[in-house]
C-alpha cells in the first residue's frame, strides 16, 4: 500500500516527540512505501532533515507556508466570481461552514491565485460585509491585513500539487488536516487523522498568551483553527488520539465518536530496560528530555531548580535536546545567569539511551503535551519521573486501572512550590526513586510496546478502509 503521511512543522525536520514516532513507525512496516507530504513555515527549511530517511519512504512533497507570499501577480487576472465561490468565500474567513470542494476547484494548481482573489474588489466587498456585521468599530485596515494574513497560507496549500496514495493519514488537524480531507476528496481514498496533542486547544492556548495578535481579532484566528478541525474531523474516516481524556475533547470540538479510537504510543521497551542503572555517588542527576520551546516551559524548571540547589548543593541538572526557538533558548541562559544557578547543562542533542545511564530521574514541565515519548523511554530505563499534569502524564504516572503503584510525582503546570516539593522527594528517597522505576518499567513494558502500536494503526486503516468503502457505496 502507498501511504501518504501529512506533516506540519515536524517529521522530517525536528527531532523528538511526533518526529520520532513517524520515523519508527514508517521503519516498522518495509512492506507499505510511503510519500512525506510536509508543511514548513520557511522555504529555507526545505531539504534541511534531522533524519535519514526509510528506504520505504519513495517521495518527500514539501510546501512551505511562506511561499504564498512570493507570489507574482499576474496582468489581467481573472477575478470574478460566482455567486457559490463567492459564498465559500465569504464563509471562509467568517471562519463559517465554506464549501470546500469549491474553494478547492477554484484554487486548484493555482489555477486562481490567492493573491490576486486578496486584490480583487469581490475581496473588498466580501470583507466589507463581514465588518459591517462583526466588527464595526475594528479599524478596516486592521481587518484587512489580518484576514489576509490568516488565510493567504491556506489557500495557497489548498491549490498547491497533490501527492496521490491509497490512504492519506494526517498527524495533526490544522493545516495537515485540511491537506489529508481535500487530498481525500479529490482521489477519492480514505483518511485517517492522528492527534497526538489535541492541535486546536493547543493553538487556542498560544493565541491566547501571544502579543502578536491583535487582542480583538485573538477569537477569529481561533475560529480559525476550529473550523480547520471541523473539516478534518468530518473527512475523516477514522480518528485516532493517545488518550481517553484526548478522545473526549475530540468529541466536544466536533467529531463523531464512532470515528475515534485510542492508538497508544510505543517505544521499543527492552532497549531501555536494558540501560543500567546509575552508579552510586554523592550527586543527585535530573534529566530533562525535552525541546527547547516555550510550551516546555524550561523557565519554570530552571527558577524551581535554583530554589532545589539552596538545600541539596550536590544535585544537576541535565536538560537535552534540541532548539526550537532560538528567541526562548537565549531567554532560558540569561534566566540562568540572573539566577546565578550552578550545575545546569543544555546540551542540545544527544544519545538518550547513552546519556540515560547518568540520571537518577527525570522532569518535565510542560504546559501541554499528548503522550510524551520522553516520559515512556524515561519509566523504561526504570527512571521515575516529575511530570506536570497536562495530557497524559498523570496516566502514565499513575496507571489507568493498573495495580502497579506511582511511577514518579505529577504536580499543576507552572506551580514552583509543588515541583519544589516532588523535587525535593525525589532527591531525598534513593529508595522510592528505585521502586518507583520498577513500576515505571512494568507499566510501559503491559501497555506500551511499540510492536503493539504499530498492530492497532493496521486496524485503524482496516476501519478506515471500511468506512470509506461504505461512504462510496451508500
Known amino acids: 500500500m502507498n501511504i501518504c503521511i501529512i506533516l506540519e512543522g515536524s517529521y522530517p525536520y525536528v527531532r523528538g516527540g511526533v518526529s520520532t514516532w513517524v520515523n519508527g513507525y514508517i521503519r516498522a512496516l518495509p512492506e507499505h512505501e510511503f510519500i512525506l507530504w510536509t508543511i514548513t513555515d520557511l522555504e529555507s527549511k526545505q531539504g534541511q532533515f534531522a533524519y535519514n530517511l526509510p528506504k520505504n519512504v519513495v517521495a518527500v512533497n514539501e510546501i512551505s507556508l511562506d511561499t504564498a507570499l512570493k507570489i507574482r501577480v499576474r496582468k489581467n487576472p481573472k477575478t470574478r466570481f460566482s455567486d457559490r465561490e463567492r459564498e465559500s468565500l465569504a464563509q471562509l474567513i467568517r471562519c463559517g461552514e465554506p464549501d470546500w470542494q469549491v474553494l478547492l476547484t477554484l484554487f486548484s494548481k493555482q489555477s486562481r491565485s490567492p493573491i490576486e482573489f486578496f486584490m480583487s474588489e469581490e475581496f473588498l466587498d466580501i470583507l466589507k460585509e463581514f465588518c459591517n456585521d462583526e466588527y464595526p468599530y475594528v479599524g478596516f485596515v486592521d481587518m484587512f491585513w489580518t484576514i489576509r494574513s490568516m488565510f493567504l497560507p491556506l489557500l495557497y496549500l489548498i491549490g498547491g500539487s497533490m501527492p496521490e496514495a491509497d490512504l492519506y493519514h494526517s498527524a495533526s488537524t490544522g493545516y495537515a488536516g485540511v491537506l ?227 511511577a514518579g510525582i505529577c504536580v499543576p503546570p507552572m506551580h514552583q512550590t509543588e515541583l519544589l516539593n516532588a523535587l525535593v522527594d525525589m532527591c531525598n528517597n534513593e529508595e522510592m526513586r528505585l521502586t518507583m522505576g520498577e513500576v515505571g518499567y512494568k507499566r510501559v513494558k503491559a501497555f506500551y510496546e511499540h510492536e503493539k502500536m504499530v498492530a492497532d494503526y493496521q486496524n485503524i486503516y482496516q476501519k478506515a478502509i471500511k468506512s470509506w468503502q461504505e461512504s462510496a457505496s451508500s
Open 180 to 406: 489529508g480531507a481535500l487530498a481525500s476528496k479529490k482521489f477519492n481514498k480514505p483518511f485517517v487523522l492522528t492527534e497526538h496533542g489535541i492541535y486546536t486547544r493547543e493553538r487556542e492556548e498560544e493565541i491566547l498568551r501571544s502579543d502578536w495578535v491583535v487582542p480583538y481579532f485573538k477569537s477569529l484566528w481561533i475560529s480559525m483553527f476550529y473550523m480547520l478541525s471541523r473539516l478534518a474531523y468530518d473527512s475523516a474516516h477514522a480518528v485516532t488520539t493517545l488518550y481517553d481524556r484526548a478522545g473526549l475533547i475530540q468529541q466536544e470540538i466536533g467529531c463523531a465518536a464512532d470515528k475515534c479510537g485510542i492508538v497508544r504510543n510505543g517505544i521499543f521497551v527492552d532497549t531501555f530496560g536494558a540501560i543500567p542503572p546509575k552508579s552510586s555517588g554523592d550527586w543527585v542527576d535530573i534529566g530533562a528530555i525535552v525541546r527547547i520551546a516555550p510550551i516546555k516551559d524550561i523557565k519554570t524548571m530552571i527558577y524551581t531548580f535554583s530554589r532545589l540547589k539552596q538545600d541539596f548543593t550536590k544535585v544537576r541538572l541535565h536538560i537535552l535536546g534540541g532548539i526550537d526557538d532560538e528567541e526562548y533558548h537565549q531567554e532560558c541562559l540569561d534566566l540562568i545567569d540572573y539566577l546565578d544557578v550552578k550545575d545546569i547543562s543544555i546540551t542540545g542533542l544527544v544519545n538518550i539511551k547513552e546519556y540515560m545511564q547518568q540520571l537518577d530521574f527525570t522532569i518535565l514541565t510542560s504546559l501541554s503535551e499528548g503522550q510524551p515519548l520522553a516520559i515512556l523511554e524515561s519509566l523504561a530505563a526504570r527512571r521515575p519521573v516529575v511530570a506536570t499534569d497536562v495530557g497524559s502524564c498523570r496516566e502514565l504516572i499513575e496507571g489507568r486501572g493498573d495495580d502497579f503503584g506511582h
